[in-house]
Nanobody, 129 residues
Framework: VQLQASGGGLVQAGDSLRLSCAASGRTFSRDLMGWFRQAPGKEREFVAAISRTGGSTYYSDSVKGRFTISRDNAKNAVYLQMNSLKLEDTAVYFC???????????????????????WGQGTQVTVSS
């Protein structure tokens, strides 16, 4: 079972990036999928999550309105479109899967790292001025 995050890179403030997370080894179509990030010297934090149907999405306040999470269950993949990137978005971004979440899990549940059973290896996003 593997989650592979990709799409990171070095960009300038104000630019956009699209991260992808490809899942293999099992179907994640019924999982709550989330993105988290860890900046240097900081703890890993919640970024966004999406319900199994894609009908509910949740965002941290720091990215709301700039980032969009989406998924393609046919491809067993989840995406994070990041627009208007800021210096403080610099971090390693991780995708994660929670197979136990209910359909409408809510922000409080979806943002808790301990609920996610599967984690990808992370992709580096660096935003420069």
């Amino acid at each position: 079972v593997q989650l592979q995050a990709s799409g990171g890179g070095l960009v300038q403030a104000g630019d956009s990036l699209r991260l992808s997370c490809a899942a293999s080894g099992r179907t994640f179509s019924r999982d709550l999928m989330g993105w988290f990030r860890q900046a240097p010297g900081k703890e890993r934090e919640f970024v966004a999550a999406i319900s199994r149907t894609g009908g509910s999405t949740y965002y941290s306040d720091s990215v709301k309105g700039r980032f969009t999470i989406s998924r393609d269950n046919a491809k067993n993949a989840v995406y994070l479109q990041m627009n208007s990137l800021k210096l403080e978005d610099t971090a390693v971004y991780f995708c994660a899967a929670d197979p136990n979440a209910i359909l409408y899990s809510g922000l409080s549940y979806s943002s808790r790292q301990q609920n996610y059973d599967y984690w990808g290896q992370g992709t580096q996003v660096t935003v420069s001025s």
